[in-house]
Structures are given as C-alpha cells and as structure tokens.
C-alpha cells in the first residue's frame, strides 16, 4: 500500500505565501516524479508543478516564478513553496507520485486526499 499525505493547507492573504508539503509512504520501490495538481470549485483539476527525479521541473505558465517544487529524496518528500499568492490560486492542493510500488509492477499514478488552499483578496 502507498499513501500521499500532503500539509501546509491554509487561509492567507492576497500577496503572502504557504508552503506544502507531500510524503510518500508505504511499499514504495521507485519514484519516477512526484508533482501538484489543484482544483478549484467548479472547475476541472488541473497541472501545477512536476519534478521528475530525472529532468527538469515543469510549471504552469500561471505559476511560473511565483510557485517552487522541490523534493526530499531521502523522505520520500515533496513540497511547493508559493510565494505572491493570488485569488485565483485558491484550490484544492492534490499531490501526485508516479512510481512503482514493487519491481515487478508497472508504474501507476497515486494521490494524495488533497489540502485546501484560500487566498482572500
């Protein structure tokens, strides 16, 4: 079993920052990428951020030089600093691993059970 518990969740101001965290753990016997994906009422969940433990992180354009993503490999962590928060960054945070739980399984997506995030303008 793998499990994605993710923290950091908040009420904050427009202009000021949070930073969430994402643990992975169980049966876990390798990560490919970890990332953050948020969903905001009514409306459809959508990318944030990714870092591939081989590559180069990717962002949304709406986040760029706003957002950071960064992982602890050691922890099995993953984390989104997001600094000059906005209205419209107010969603439901979901972290997401695609690893593999075993050597013998394939690669599968799992998720965290998401941290609300409300920015008051």
């Known amino acids: 079993q793998v499990q994605l518990v993710e923290s950091g969740g908040d009420l904050v101001q427009a202009g000021g920052s949070l930073r969430l965290s994402c643990a992975a753990s169980?049966?876990?016997?390798?990560?490919?990428?970890m990332g953050w994906y948020r969903q905001a009422s009514g409306k459809q969940r959508e990318f944030v951020a990714r870092?591939?433990?081989?590559?180069?992180?990717n962002y949304t354009d709406s986040v760029k030089g706003r957002f950071t993503i960064s992982r602890d490999y050691a922890k099995n962590t993953v984390y989104l600093q997001m600094n000059s928060l906005k209205p419209e960054d107010t969603a439901i945070y979901y972290c997401?691993?695609?690893?593999?739980?075993?050597?013998?399984?394939?690669?599968?997506?799992?998720w965290g059970q998401g941290t609300q995030v409300t920015v008051s303008s």
């Open positions: 997401n691993a695609d690893l593999k739980s075993t050597y013998y399984r394939p690669y599968a997506d799992y």
């Open positions: 169980g049966t876990i016997f390798s990560i490919r990428a």
């Open positions: 870092i591939p433990t081989r590559g180069n992180t």
